[in-house]
Structure formats: structure tokens, C-alpha cells
């Protein structure tokens, strides 16, 4: 028989590496950053036409490459950063296979120009699936500039297997974000379609978690920071009360790389205790320096793994570590002498002792909470020794019901912002506008994953006209929406129709309602929540009542009612506080 084995064309090779590599727009853009990073780059730019499908362009001020090294850049397994087998176990650069460049050059219409300082030229290469076009020089400034166009143009199955636009752009800005919050030093620029997405000046880890995810990040953020001789943690964890029903916010970097890890992550969580409930889950941006030799990170390139020599040290320092930066700002009341003993023994031993359990106090402060429901039900429901005269005066159901009504602590309204109502061991403060944002992001949740909310049709259906941008974002949500008890139709054009309004929304016009909601949503939108999510929570937003309204008794106790039957009363979907409770003797200990 005849030989049958041949070498697969480099071409094809690199193409079948590229199916490992590059999944996605955002794979593209991990390794292009990482790449710009490794060359030292302290500013980047990332410009982006749908969503990465037709260009991805990457822009560097980094060393750049020579006219030799620019070309060997695009062959399999070419790298600059491995040159002997030993030098895998010290690896500090972000890649170092040598794969990316040869695999996106498979797979796309691919331009590079470089320029090294020393050179008053570069290089320009054009490679369209594999096969060089152009190598010439060229006038460039000094570091490195990579397009990428059309992606996966002679891999149609690949293409057809890409999301939605808006669902590849979340995942690159994902990408993003995992490297922009680690290196905040550098300063990154990121445009989508002629809009600036992000501009991210060099700052502090701080700012930069202030500045990817909002101001309101800033006082909810406590830093971590501990060292032993093996390794250290710096960064942030979000206060209880910052926590997110999503996961999205966690971001876990071992060595500024970041990684996946549901056991790291679990000890991170457990050290909150029941400061959170279950259904929420912490913020944090965290940084754990390991000796490389400690850790294999020779794992698959596109998945965020790691393997730990010693998992559990690691898992007990950095539980230890989240446990110290909770208590030290009182967060969790007065940490307690054991824990603080404890988090010692670890410092000391490395952290093998076992059954570390969170201080006892984190434990009151939510029993406080849970029984402050129970409190102001029976405050509202059953009448104290001093109402007697009304409730023996009671002789029917209905005469009952007036007496229990007459009998109630009133709440009442202080500079039309706050209502104060009393319970037996005090009285509870509300923020109206924060309690309603609750009330309504719970009840639109509901209605999103399981009914149909109430409709009010309107007299004269009414058209609106809105520029492309609004009218996109808004056919993109008009099955929500009608969900939710509105009735509207696309009518083309840029117009829709509205038919009707969710009943319990304010008598406002439907036009101004929807113009607030998607002010609101395109402020508040989070890309990694999805669009039900962004619109329960931009919706309670728009059609809340605003602080500076007056309100009836009858609508403050709605609030009150609806509040404390709410899952999560005590912050907005923001994580503001939206109910305080005052115990009396903590106002009589005011007087003293
Ligand atoms: P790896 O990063 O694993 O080495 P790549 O295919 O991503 O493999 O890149 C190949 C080589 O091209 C790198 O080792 C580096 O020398 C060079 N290179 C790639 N991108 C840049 C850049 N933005 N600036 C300077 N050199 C680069
Ligand atoms: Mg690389």
C-alpha cells in the first residue's frame, strides 16, 4: 500500500489551532491586548466595528517589532518570550505558546504596522487567511497597530456560530475589563461603532473600579491587603450591601492573570458569613501573588484555570484575608477577639488549622433584620394594651378592620423624602424613592420571568418618533416590554405605536415614561446582565416616585406594606439603603 501520512499545510494547521484559540470576537481581543501588554505598552487603544465582526483594531505605544520579528510573528509556536523548557516554570509575560497571531492571520484580513523606537521606519504586513499579501515599509508611530477584519470570513460555520451583536460586544467588553482592572496603569481607550465606550485614564486600582463601574462604587468598596512570606493579596471586596443578585462582579487575578475558581471564590464568600444571603454574590477585585513555581498555569489557553500547589493555604489565606478587611472596617460589628486570634494562628501556620467559622457578631445584625418584618406586621396588626378601648369596641369583621385601622402608628413624611414609621422597639426611616425602586424592580423581575403584567389601554394610542440609536434599543425590548403591561408596535421608520401603559405606572404621558426609562437605561446598562435584568432595574428607576413628592398616608403605607414583603427590602437594586432601623434605646442613650 502506498504511504498515505502527509504534514497538513501550515495554513490549514493554523487554522485548526485558530478553532482552540480564537472562539469569538472577544478571544481577539484577550490576545491582542495581552500581546500590547507584554510589549510594555502604557497606552492602548481598542477600536471596534460590530462588535469585532467586521474590525477589531488594536493600537499600542509598545516596544514594537523589528521588519524580521514582524514577519516571524504571524508563524506557529514564533514567540519572544519562551526559549528553554525551564523557562515555562517562570513564566511572567501573559502568553507565551506563540499561537495568536499565526491563528487570527489564519482566519481573517489582518494588517500590522510596527515600528521599534530605534527606526525612523516600520513595517507594514497585510495577510489575509495565512497567505502574505503585503510586507513593506512604512511610515507608523513607534509601537504597534493590528486590525482585524472580518473574522472568520473562510470559516462559515464558525461565523453562523456567533451571537447577537449585542451579545459578542458584552463578551469582549467582559474580556476588556478583565484586563483593564488589573492594569490600571495603563491607559486604555475603547470605541464601538464612532462611540466612546470606555476612556480610562492611568490611575489607581480605586479609581479604576470607579471608573469601569460607577461612582456609586466608591464608598462601597473596602481594601484588602495582607502578606506572608509565600504569597500577598491586594485589592477590593464590595460591603455586604453592594452585593449583586448576578455573578458578573467578580473578578479573581492570581499573578494579574486572571482566573476562574468556584473553590477561591467560595472562600472569598464564606468570609462574609451571613452578612449576605444566598442569592447574592459579593463584589470583588482581588490580586494574589504567587512564586510562579507554585502555581501550573500551562492549562488551556482560552480557559481561566489555574492549579495551586497548595490549594488549601491559599483557600484559608485569602478566606482570612477577605474576614480581616470586613471586620477592620466595621462592617461586620466589632470583629471578635477569637477571629482576630484566629486570623494570627493562620499568619503563623500557614493557615492549616481548619474550621475557621465567621465571629458571632455578623450573626445578630441579620437576625436583627429578619425579625424587623415580623415587628412591623405586628405593630400594624395587633392592637398594645393602651388601644383597648378600640378593639373592645370592635363587634364585626368590618367595624374590626376600621378600629385596626384607626389604631396603626401612623407613619408620617419628613422633608418629602423619608417616611418614619414606628415598630415596638423603635422606629424604621425609609427612603421613598430608594423603598418604591425596590418595590417596583421586584415586582417588573416578577413579571419578566413568569406573567403578564396589568395593562391600561390608552384612549388615543399615541406614535412616537425616535432618532435610529433609540428606536434600535427600543425594538430590541418590545417583547419585554409588552410583558410588563405595555402595548407597543413597531410601526417602521423609526416610529412605534403605543397602545397602552402598565397599570400601576403614574398617570404621566407614556412618551415621557419611556424617554425617562431609556435615559435610565442607557446610564445604568450593565452589558454583562442582560437585558431583562437592565430593564427591571432601569425601569424601577424611571417610574419610581422621586424624593420631593408628597405623599398620602394611604400611599406611604403601601410602601411600607410592599417594602417588607419585598425578598430584599433593605437596599434599592443599586445597593443603597433604603430602610434604616433605630432601636429607642439607642435614642434614649442619645439623651443621656
Ligand atoms: P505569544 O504572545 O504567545 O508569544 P503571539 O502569536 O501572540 O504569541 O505573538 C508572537 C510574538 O509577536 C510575540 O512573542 C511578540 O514577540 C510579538 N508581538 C505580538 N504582538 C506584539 C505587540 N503588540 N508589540 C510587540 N510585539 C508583539
Ligand atoms: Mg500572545
Known amino acids: 500500500m502506498a504511504d498515505i501520512i502527509q504534514l497538513l499545510p501550515e495554513s490549514i494547521a493554523n487554522q ?77 509575560t501573559m502568553g507565551f505558546r506563540g499561537e495568536a497571531l499565526a491563528s487570527i492571520a489564519s482566519i481573517a484580513h489582518v494588517e500590522l504596522k510596527t515600528r521599534t523606537e530605534d527606526k525612523d521606519v516600520g513595517t507594514r504586513i497585510v495577510i489575509n487567511g495565512s497567505a502574505v499579501q503585503t510586507q513593506e515599509i512604512c511610515q507608523t508611530p513607534k509601537g504597534t497597530s493590528i486590525s482585524v477584519k472580518n473574522l472568520f470570513f473562510n470559516v462559515p460555520a ?40 470606555y476612556y480610562l485614564p492611568s490611575s489607581n486600582i480605586r479609581q479604576r473600579v470607579v471608573s469601569i ?58 468570609a462574609y458569613g451571613d452578612l449576605l444571603t444566598k442569592d447574592v454574590h459579593p463584589f470583588y477585585v482581588l490580586n494574589l501573588n504567587i512564586e510562579p513555581s507554585q502555581i501550573d498555569i500551562n492549562v488551556h489557553p482560552t480557559k481561566h484555570e489555574i492549579k495551586f500547589q497548595e490549594e488549601r493555604i491559599v483557600y484559608n489565606f485569602l478566606n482570612v484575608a477577605i474576614k480581616h478587611a470586613l471586620g477592620k472596617y466595621s462592617l461586620r460589628p466589632m470583629i471578635d477577639f477569637e477571629s482576630e486570634r484566629e486570623f494570627e494562628n493562620v499568619h503563623s501556620s500557614m493557615g492549616v488549622s481548619s474550621g475557621m467559622d465567621y465571629p458571632k457578631a455578623g450573626r445578630k445584625e441579620i437576625d436583627k433584620w429578619s425579625s424587623l418584618y415580623e415587628e412591623i406586621k405586628e405593630n400594624q396588626m395587633s392592637p398594645s394594651t393602651d388601644d383597648k378601648v378600640y378593639t373592645s369596641a370592635a363587634t364585626d369583621e ?31 426611616l425609609i427612603h421613598q424613592c430608594y423603598a418604591h425602586e425596590r418595590i417596583l424592580y421586584e415586582q417588573y423581575n416578577n413579571q419578566l420571568s413568569e406573567g403578564q403584567g396589568n395593562s391600561q389601554k390608552l384612549l388615543f394610542p399615541i406614535t412616537i418618533n425616535y432618532t435610529p440609536e433609540r428606536y434600535t434599543l427600543l425594538v430590541n425590548m418590545v417583547d419585554e416590554l409588552n410583558h410588563l403591561g405595555y402595548e407597543i408596535e413597531n410601526f417602521g421608520d423609526n416610529s412605534i405605536i403605543v397602545h397602552a401603559t402598565p397599570a400601576e405606572l403614574e398617570e404621566d404621558s407614556a412618551e415621557d415614561t419611556l424617554e425617562r426609562f431609556l435615559n435610565a437605561y442607557q446610564e445604568n446598562i450593565e452589558f454583562q446582565l442582560g437585558v431583562a435584568e437592565n430593564l427591571a432595574r432601569s425601569l424601577a428607576k424611571s417610574t419610581a416616585i422621586k424624593k420631593g413628592r408628597r405623599m398620602t398616608e394611604e400611599e406611604m403605607q403601601t410602601i411600607i406594606d410592599k417594602l417588607f414583603a419585598c425578598k430584599n427590602p433593605y437596599v434599592n437594586p443599586d445597593g443603597k439603603k433604603s430602610v434604616i432601623t433605630y432601636e429607642i434605646s439607642e435614642i434614649e442613650n442619645l439623651f443621656k
Not at 495581552?34 to 510589549?39: H, L, P, Q, Y
Not at 495582607?226 to 462582579?249: I, L, N, P, Y
Open 16 to 92: 485548526i489551532a485558530a478553532g482552540e484559540v480564537i472562539q469569538r470576537p472577544a478571544s481577539v481581543i484577550k490576545e491582542l491586548l495581552e500581546n500590547s501588554i507584554d510589549a510594555g505598552s502604557t497606552e492602548i487603544e481598542i477600536i471596534l466595528k460590530d462588535s469585532g465582526k467586521s474590525l477589531i483594531q488594536i493600537v499600542d505605544n509598545g516596544k514594537g517589532m523589528s521588519e524580521t520579528d514582524a514577519r516571524m510573528s504571524f508563524e506557529r509556536h514564533a514567540t519572544s518570550k519562551i526559549r528553554v523548557a525551564a523557562d515555562l516554570f517562570k513564566i511572567n
Open 158 to 197: 464558525r461565523r453562523n456560530f456567533l451571537k447577537t451583536d449585542a451579545t459578542e460586544l458584552s463578551k469582549i467588553l467582559e474580556e476588556f475589563k478583565r484586563i483593564a482592572l488589573i492594569k490600571p496603569e495603563i491607559f486604555f481607550k475603547v470605541h464601538h461603532n464612532g462611540v466612546e465606550l
Open 213 to 270: 463601574f460607577g461612582k456609586k462604587y466608591n464608598e462601597k468598596l473596602l481594601p484588602v491587603q495582607e502578606e506572608t512570606d509565600a504569597f500577598s493579596v491586594q485589592g477590593f471586596v464590595g460591603q455586604a450591601d453592594a452585593a449583586k443578585k448576578s455573578r458578573g462582579e467578580q473578578y479573581l487575578f492570581v499573578n494579574e492573570r486572571f482566573i476562574k475558581s468556584n473553590y477561591l471564590n467560595h472562600a472569598i464568600r464564606l
Open 398 to 428: 368590618g367595624s374590626l378592620h376600621n378600629s385596626l385601622d384607626k389604631i396603626r402608628s401612623k407613619p408620617f413624611q419628613i422633608h418629602n423624602k423619608y417616611i418614619v414609621h414606628q415598630i415596638k422597639s423603635g422606629f424604621v
